[in-house]
């Protein structure tokens, strides 16, 4: 016993290291959905929300021209879909009335407070928050294509889990082909590109062709621009393409956002647990 | 002043340099390998008397500070942890023969320049040598955890001694 004891205080600073150690893994290796994680989060959300908030603020001011530039662009897109969606009738444009028309997304504006683009493990924080009827699992979408999912917020601020995260995964569909694929945040990544998987080897997909959301789990609406086609590898021995995209939205100026609200969710969800 | 107060103020200055502007360096396609981290220098600049049971919670405490910064729970605090404990050993190695003056804490002006400067960088690769071992968590990209950790300790060794000759009076 006594040499135990003298054993333990020879290496005292060897066994705190591993103390420390130990409680850092146990962070480090559970998953994102667990506990750890979850109180990790909501609890930084409120420590570092105002410190985020009051330095964007600041350095909001320098890159007002290229934020307008964005938005220009942006309204412009919006503008041509909603031409598109008007007829000619003798002498007016109309919008076609439709009594069974049903909203199902909502979009909630929102700003980008701080963003990493840098690690394996990036994340984006917003200004909306609970009081904004932000909650996890819910889309967001930049001026040009979109950013992710919503992971924990608390009362004024929200995380969001980009795509370019390594825990990232969402069904997409090929624009041509109409095939499903699952895009993912690889190693061999980095913040400009992605990379889309389970697309079958027969569809034909070219350089440049447009990546669209799916909007299979009802967080996106069905095609929102995820990236474009930037190389394409055929797996010998398989029968899926290796897909590599560049994202659409440009991580390095991400100002401004919308999140998506999923209005029929609850309903979704409903058919969803009915079924198990 | 009061060094608890000092020691604070350094603390929140480092954090916040760190999460504010350091995180925000944008160098286009090189900005994948190079990931730059000066907070450390925090437990760099702690007194040489200091126990190694202290020093190691200091290092804890701020690397989940910084954690909780950034949202990457126990990467920082880990890479912390680990320049913690091998600060007394990194010391022992670059020790002039004369010894360091105890009561003095380490920095460009107390010590010679050229050990000062290969006491940032030993200390630099080991905390990102183990940040970058963590993030990537594959051995077969060994080549990779080594050139992010090459590349990013030359800048932050850069960013290191600028901030000494910048905010350490000269005595």
């Known amino acids: 016993m006594n040499n135990l004891l003298k054993f333990i205080q020879k290496y005292s600073s ?48 320098f890159h007002l021209s290229s934020e307008v530039e964005q938005l220009r662009i942006q309204n412009a897109n919006l503008k041509k879909k909603l031409a598109r969606k008007k007829t000619f009738t003798e002498d007016e444009y109309t919008s076609p009335r439709d009594t ?27 200004n909306k928050g609970m009081n904004d009827q932000v909650e996890p699992e819910m889309g967001v979408i930049g001026t040009k ?18 795509i370019i995260h390594e825990d ?22 980095d913040w400009r590109t992605a990379t889309v998987v389970d697309i079958p080897n027969y569809a034909e997909v070219n350089l440049g062709d447009e990546i669209i959301t799916r909007g299979s789990n009802g967080l996106f609406p069905m095609g929102e621009m995820v990236g474009y086609v930037l190389s394409v590898e055929d797996i010998p021995g398989d029968v899926y393409l290796k897909v590599r995209i560049n994202l659409a939205e440009d991580f390095s100026s991400v100002y401004n956002v919308l999140v998506v ?8 969800e409903g058919l969803k647990s009915k079924q198990n | 002043m009061n060094p608890i107060v000092k020691y604070l103020l350094q603390i929140i200055v480092l954090i916040l340099l760190q999460v504010l502007v350091v ?16 907070y450390f ?11 190694n049971g202290v020093l190691m919670l200091l290092a804890f405490l701020i690397g989940m500070m910084v954690d909780v910064f950034k949202s990457t729970p126990g990467l920082n605090a880990s890479a912390m942890v680990m320049l913690g404990y091998f600060r007394p050993y990194l010391l022992k190695l670059i020790e002039p023969r004369e010894g360091f003056d105890v009561l003095k804490t ?41 050139l992010k950790t090459l590349c990013s300790s030359i800048i932050s060794v850069l960013l290191i001694i600028l901030a000494q000759y910048l905010t350490v009076k000269r005595k």
């Open chain 1, 261 to 268: 609200n999923n209005i029929l969710k609850k309903e979704f």
């Open chain 1, 100 to 126: 069974h028309y049903l909203q199902q997304f909502d979009f909630l504006h929102a700003k980008v407070i701080s963003s990493f683009k840098n690690g394996r493990k990036n994340n984006v924080t917003i």
């Open chain 1, 14 to 61: 060897f066994f705190l290291f591993l103390a420390f150690q130990l409680i850092c893994f146990v962070f480090l290796f559970s998953s994102v959905n667990s506990y750890h994680h979850v109180s990790f989060a909501n609890s930084s959300n409120i420590i570092t929300g105002g410190i985020y908030e009051a330095s964007s603020n600041v350095s909001g001011y």
């Open chain 1, 145 to 162: 294509g979109i950013i992710g999912i919503t992971t924990s917020s608390s009362e004024h601020y929200t995380y969001v889990k980009p």
């Open chain 2, 106 to 146: 380490p920095s460009i002006y107390s010590m010679r320049k050229s050990i000062y400067l290969g006491y940032v960088s030993l200390a630099s690769m080991v905390f990102h040598l183990w940040y970058f071992t963590l993030e990537v968590m594959r051995f077969s990209d060994f080549h990779l955890i080594l």
């Open chain 2, 23 to 38: 995180d925000q360096i944008s160098l286009g396609y090189a900005s994948q390998f190079i990931i730059p981290s000066v």
């Open chain 2, 41 to 51: 220098l925090f437990v760099l600049m702690l007194p040489l008397t200091i126990s």
């Open chain 1, 168 to 189: 990232f995964v969402l069904e997409v569909i090929h624009e041509k082909s109409k095939s499903f694929g699952f895009v993912k945040w690889t190693q061999s990544d």
